[in-house]
């Protein structure tokens, strides 16, 4: 096992390139060992950026793809990372409470309180479950998921031929939705796919058109209105 070990008590000091490729390697050898399957796929997410970097190294040898490989421009993009303020948690729920003497929201804090899941993203989000819940002040860092990120780039160049858009997962329900509208709209964007789970967190990307993006919100608000209807 020394080869698939790594230093953990510091991992943020820790070398992507030593870790992606200890966490490969862990992978191949235990991934249909009885080790927790969440636990393994986490391992191979990433295990996967060593693994990708391999496998497309090996096809641009090939010369059947040297072509394709042969003239290649690197632009790197900043991440998109914003600080977003935010209700606090007794704000927002007792707007669907109205209760004057508090008796109904004490009693559904307590229920959310006892619910480990629950209390385990409500410590996620407001940083603890006593005084965050209460604390107006509280912000949160909102990144834009990469895709967006890539996908906002073509848009400003205008560019709209065929564009294959190249990430680690599969695309949120909200990127689905966006790349979508973009698409209807001329674009020509391709993904490796996507599921339909949604995350609070999640960041309209800007544009230089900023009637693009509000034409664009409003195509995603339909949609989600339309799936809560159908419900």
């Known amino acids: 096992m020394d080869y698939a070990s790594i230093n953990a008590e510091n ?39 060593y693994t990708v970097l391999i496998d497309i190294t090996a096809c641009a040898c090939k010369d059947k ?18 600080r977003q303020p935010m209700f606090s948690w007794k704000n927002i ?20 309180l ?3 899941y629950t209390l385990q993203r409500l410590i996620d989000t407001y940083g603890n479950a006593d005084d965050g819940l209460n604390d107006e002040s509280i912000e949160q860092d909102i ?7 890539l996908l906002t780039n073509i848009i400003d160049q205008k560019y709209k031929g065929r564009a294959f858009i190249a990430v680690s997962k599969r695309s949120c329900h909200l990127c689905k939705l966006f790349i979508r509208f973009v698409n209807k709209k001329g674009y020509n964007i391709f993904t490796s796919g996507a599921h339909k789970k949604l995350y609070s967190k999640w960041l309209l990307p800007k544009m230089k058109d900023p009637d693009l993006r509000i034409e664009s919100l409003n195509y995603m608000i339909k949609q989600l209105d339309q799936i ?3 419900a």
């Open 114 to 116: 006892n619910d480990f």
């Open 143 to 149: 990144y834009l998921h990469a895709e967006m990120n």
């Open 65 to 82: 793809y040297k072509l394709l490989f042969s003239n290649m421009h690197v632009h790197k993009l900043e991440p998109t990372i914003i």
């Open 11 to 49: 991992i943020d000091d820790a070398d992507g390139y030593d870790l992606t490729e200890t966490c490969s390697s862990f992978y191949d050898e235990f991934k249909s060992s009885s080790a927790p399957k969440k636990f393994l796929r986490h391992i191979k997410k990433v295990g996967s950026y």
């Open 228 to 230: 809560i209807n159908e």
């Open 93 to 112: 729920v007792k707007r669907y409470i109205p209760d004057p003497d508090h008796a109904k929201y004490e009693n559904f804090k307590t229920i959310c």
